[in-house]
T-cell receptor, first 109, second 114 residues
Framework: DAKTTQPNSMESNEEEPVHLPCNHSTISGTDYIHWYRQLPSQGPEYVIHGLTSNVNNRMASLAIAEDRKSSTLILHRATLRDAAVYYCILRDRNNDMRFGAGTRLTVKP | ETGVTQSPTHLIKTRGQQVTLRCSSQSGHNTVSWYQQALGQGPQFIFQYYREEENGRGNFPPRFSGLQFPNYSSELNVNALELDDSALYLC?????????????FGNGTRLTVT
């Protein structure tokens, strides 16, 4: 089963960019890379997903390595509201989304 | 547009009892997934329902079962509760069962088994 590896925690200053890394060396060709975040006392919130090409939306950007063995979630200007646990997930054809422990992002004013 | 709602928000049960958790999916969504999140860990996939049929299952025993109704709402049933079943149970809906479709999560039901 494909798994992901993320740092346990990261810190950022408010209004600065944040790059959240994720390694997924055993990814298969049909696995999508999804990112979700979870704020305290809430369910996870969808952030972005991609397959091979880099993706942008109103929340973030997703940069996917050419060999697809790693990816980076980019928050262009972190705000205090971005403090959350960020999960990098591989989603396979069985619809099994395997969450890891995620990265706890702290944003300092 | 109404989001995913779950009930109850909190529940306390005794070991050996049975519990039913409920989920109303987001309007227009026909697929519902259930997850278990232990304290300090990421959510673990239990199963998914698409148009009232189970459409994928994680590594959970048969005492975890579910239903999806014609209006696409869903129930999670857990029999013979164990202490380790204490967790946050999350429901998520999506507009279809395609595996790259984003999930919309509710805020969960906190189950405590004593």
């Amino acid at each position: 089963d494909a798994k992901t590896t993320q740092p346990n925690s990261m810190e950022s200053n408010e209004e600065e960019p944040v790059h959240l890394p994720c390694n997924h060396s055993t990814i298969s060709g049909t696995d999508y890379i999804h990112w979700y975040r979870q704020l305290p006392s809430q369910g996870p919130e969808y952030v972005i997903h991609g397959l091979t090409s880099n993706v942008n939306n109103r929340m973030a950007s997703l940069a996917i390595a050419e060999d697809r063995k790693s990816s980076t979630l980019i928050l262009h200007r972190a705000t205090l509201r971005d403090a959350a646990v960020y999960y990098c997930i591989l989603r396979d054809r069985n619809n099994d989304m395997r969450f890891g422990a995620g990265t706890r992002l702290t944003v300092k004013p | 547009e109404t989001g995913v709602t779950q009930s109850p928000t909190h529940l306390i049960k005794t070991r050996g009892q049975q519990v039913t958790l409920r989920c109303s999916s987001q309007s227009g969504h026909n697929t519902v997934s259930w997850y278990q999140q232990a304290l300090g860990q990421g959510p673990q996939f239990i199963f998914q329902y698409y148009r009232e049929e189970e459409n994928g299952r994680g590594n959970f025993p048969p005492r975890f079962s579910g239903l999806q109704f014609p209006n696409y709402s869903s129930e999670l049933n857990v029999n013979a509760l164990e202490l380790d079943d204490s967790a946050l149970y999350l429901c998520a809906s999506s507009p279809n069962a395609v595996y790259n479709s984003p999930l919309h999560f509710g805020n969960g039901t906190r189950l405590t088994v004593t």
